[in-house]
């Protein structure tokens, strides 16, 4: 928990500096719908299928059959004058997607414009269409089809000219218009003209998504807010994959995990091997957070959850939802270099999400980590339930994700400061 730390003067100078100074920051809310959105999962058996409207981020159809969507959503508007919209944030795919008014895209069963918004482009004065055609799939299977476009887009008090995004006309298993702020492929990304519009000064952003009971949490472009984490921020590199001719494609906020422990109080238990080292992604387009089946099954227990249906083993599992007000028990997660890397704790009670049902007189709930089949070939994916436990600063110039653990006091002042054009600076400490 936050409580009033001492701040090195040296940092007091900087945060007080930038206060004084026109800061390059775009701060937006970023937000969990709270609109019934149905799932197609939610279903089966005794305990699941009780009457209840589920918000998305406890829907367990996020997983199949590959789980892959954001459960945060910004609000930007598109044209001139802006026009509303709400997308889902997506920091694992890198186009803007909005559906177009009163396409097929808008049909019941995909998105449900009327509350999300759509785009009508005769009503906007700098729409430009391309008049080329694409046809988009996402990892999950969502498709959509329609036409790049450029126009307006405005986001958190900032305007981006020219942004090159799909007006979707037609799709099928696409719920929602998506914001992709990853890497840049062959178009550029909405995060990648803040800066070269020089409204940041870098293609970077931050994150802080609160803990799990929050309703909202609030991403920055091109800046980090040092009063919403502890101690140091710590960077490691992102790990791209080798193209054929030997340059490095990064497609995904991809680090090393190089160790999982539980803590019943005080007591760490080592869960990975000693060499272990698994390529880890991290997604706020993930619900849940997906490791291998071994590991997650070592978690599984530990924590006091079980497979669902039982005897299963891997997929799904399930928590008694009393395990949200255990103090004792929790999961660290280390990065990179053992003992210089960023460790992020994240307690037993912010893996207990949305209720299922009642089973022999307990209440289960939904357990924040989903155990990938050896077979299946699913990468680890630290999903939203393990994000909100971490401030992470994603500083795509530099290949780097700054990690610290997440401050949620609300009542903390924000200290923002620019993430420079160099990345994120160096030697970050609060606390
Ligand atoms: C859930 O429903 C599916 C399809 O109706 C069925 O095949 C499956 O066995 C059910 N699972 C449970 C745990 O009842
Ligand atoms: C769910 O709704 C159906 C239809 O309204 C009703 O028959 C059933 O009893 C409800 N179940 C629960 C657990 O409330
Ligand atoms: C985003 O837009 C939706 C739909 O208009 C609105 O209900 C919600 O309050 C907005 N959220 C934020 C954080 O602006
Ligand atoms: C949800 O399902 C109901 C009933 O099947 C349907 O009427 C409604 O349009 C659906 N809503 C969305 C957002 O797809």
Redesign the pocket.
Known sequence: MAKMMAIPSTLLVLALTSFTTAQRVIKAEIWKPQI???STIYDNSTIYGTNETLSRRSIIAQLTPKPDRSLYWINVTLGTPGQPQSLQLDTGSNVLLVPAVGSSLCS???I?CAALGSFDSSKSSTFSNTNQATSETFTDGASVSGNWIYDTVGIGGGSVAGQLAILGTSGSSI?EGVLGVGFPASWPTLNHNLAAQNIISSNSYSLWLDQASSASGTILFGGLNLARFLGTLLKVPIIGTTNSDGSTAYNQATVQLTRVATINGLLPTIMTPLTYSENAILDTGTSLTILQQDLATSIINAMGAQYYPSGSTSGNAIVPCSAANNNALSVNFHFSNLLTGPTINVPLSQLVLGILGSLDGTTYCQFGIYSAPASAGYPTILGDTFLRNAYAVYDLDTHHVGLAQAVYDSHVVDRIIEIPAGGIPAGIVVG
Do not use: I, V, Y
């Open positions: 019934p959105l149905n019941p069963g995909l449900p719920t």
